[in-house]
């Protein structure tokens, strides 16, 4: 992201969860003013919308606004269909728990909102290093839908372009918790587990956790992650 953000409005993507507040922190430090945008989308694990109501407070965003999606409607997620259980184990392809066109329909709320308050940068935490393997947060879908939001807003065509930035996507998570902790964020505040309970404690054994844990003992940190008993 441009160093010379200062006071410039942006919407930020906050789930609750460790990148986006990350991004956050960041977006914060390289003086932008943030929007934080959150979603309830018939997420299993709710708890994470409790995180970024404190994380928002916490950050003194200019507002957060959480919408109501629904995406439980049409399931086909491990994350929005009770049916479906969240694997324990690794999967081979892409997994159960991959929500269909979850970044696509977050990105476009948050394209409009930008309109609205005349924002130019949207700010997502979006990983292709260490992560699940789903097809919304590699580089090609990005540089897709940023040129789809030139092409489709009255900003874009009036030539005050949208740019959707990525600054996470080419890091590991240990190289995303390193970044967050010299910004000083409290890792503790997030909820990162697949199947957090209702106080944010995690499973330990989703394909979250255990990204998220091996990125702190990748990097010889203690894990402030809050687990379920045994």
């Known amino acids: 992201m441009e160093n010379n953000s200062s006071s410039r409005p942006?919407?930020?993507?906050?789930?609750?969860?460790?990148?986006?507040?990350t991004v956050l922190a960041l977006a914060k430090q390289q003086g932008f003013t943030c929007y934080a945008l959150s979603f309830d989308y018939g997420?299993?694990?709710?708890a994470e919308l409790e995180a970024s109501r404190r994380i928002a407070k916490h950050y003194q965003v200019a507002d957060h606004k959480i919408i109501n999606l629904g995406l439980s409607a049409i399931g086909g997620s491990a994350l929005t269909d009770a049916r479906i259980d969240v694997p324990t184990s690794p999967q081979a392809g892409i997994p159960v728990t991959y929500v269909p066109a979850r970044?696509?329909?977050?990105?476009?709320?948050?394209?409009?909102?930008?309109e609205v308050v005349n924002a130019h940068d949207v700010i997502i935490g979006v990983n292709a290093v260490d992560y699940s393997g789903?097809?919304?947060?590699?580089?090609?879908?990005?540089?897709?839908?940023?040129?789809?939001?030139?092409?489709?807003?009255?900003?874009?065509?009036e030539g005050?372009?949208?740019?959707?930035?990525?600054p996470l996507i080419?890091?590991?998570?240990?190289?995303?918790?390193?970044?967050?902790?010299?910004?000083?964020?409290?890792?503790?505040?997030?909820?990162?587990?697949?199947?957090?309970?209702?106080?944010?404690?995690?499973?330990?054994v989703c394909d979250a956790c255990r990204l998220r844990?091996?990125?702190?003992?990748?990097?010889?940190?203690d894990d402030p992650t809050h687990y379920r008993p045994k």
Not at 177 to 190: E, F, H, K, N, P
Not at 213 to 221: C, H, I, M, R, S
């Open 134 to 157: 789903y097809p919304d947060c590699r580089p090609e879908f990005i540089k897709a839908f940023q040129d789809m939001a030139n092409l489709g807003t009255k900003a874009g065509v």
């Open 43 to 46: 997420q299993r694990h709710n």
């Open 160 to 166: 005050h372009k949208i740019q959707i930035h990525t």
């Open 170 to 204: 080419a890091l590991s998570k240990a190289e995303i918790i390193r970044q967050g902790l010299a910004l000083g964020v409290d890792y503790a505040d997030t909820v990162s587990c697949y199947s957090a309970d209702i106080k944010g404690r995690a499973c330990g």
């Open 103 to 114: 970044n696509t329909i977050f990105l476009a709320f948050a394209l409009g909102w930008a």
């Open 10 to 21: 942006a919407i930020i993507l906050l789930s609750g969860g460790l990148d986006s507040i």
């Open 213 to 221: 844990a091996a990125g702190f003992q990748n990097l010889g940190v």
